[in-house]
Nanobody, 125 residues
Framework: QVQLVESGGGSVQIGGSLRLSCTAT????????MAWFRQAPGKEREFVAA????????YYTESVKSRFTISRDNTKNTVSLQMNSLKPEDTAVYYC??????????????????WGRGTQVTVRG
């Protein structure tokens, strides 16, 4: 059974940092691009960052560029998201996801066929 399990969420003050991790079990995703999405209350799920299967290229939504860093370790089947200089608008449930090899864009959640259950990130003012 394939599972993605996120960890590392929590509550931090403005300007703080958190590191999210996602571990995949059940199969290897070394040939799949992976990403982080987030969903705030009352809002749609939005793309945050993606990393290619080989880790050589990364992509970010504009609002997190220079603050967040996505990485992966294919030997451990994990993907991580280092989040620095956190802002209240970063408050959301964060999900890791595995992109289908047939997907066309990184930003569209419909192109991802495995999802974790999410981890809550709260940034306090």
């Amino acid at each position: 059974q394939v599972q993605l399990v996120e960890s590392g969420g929590g509550s931090v003050q403005i300007g703080g940092s958190l590191r999210l991790s996602c571990t995949a079990t059940g199969r290897s995703f070394n040939n799949n691009n992976m990403a982080w999405f987030r969903q705030a209350p009352g809002k749609e799920r939005e793309f945050v960052a993606a990393i290619l299967w080989n880790g050589r290229n990364t992509y970010y939504t504009e609002s997190v560029k220079s603050r967040f860093t996505i990485s992966r370790d294919n030997t451990k089947n994990t993907v991580s998201l280092q989040m620095n200089s956190l802002k209240p608008e970063d408050t959301a449930v964060y999900y890791c996801a595995v992109q289908s090899i047939y997907a066309n864009t990184y930003e569209d959640p419909l192109g991802y066929n495995y999802w974790g259950r999410g981890t809550q990130v709260t940034v306090r003012g």
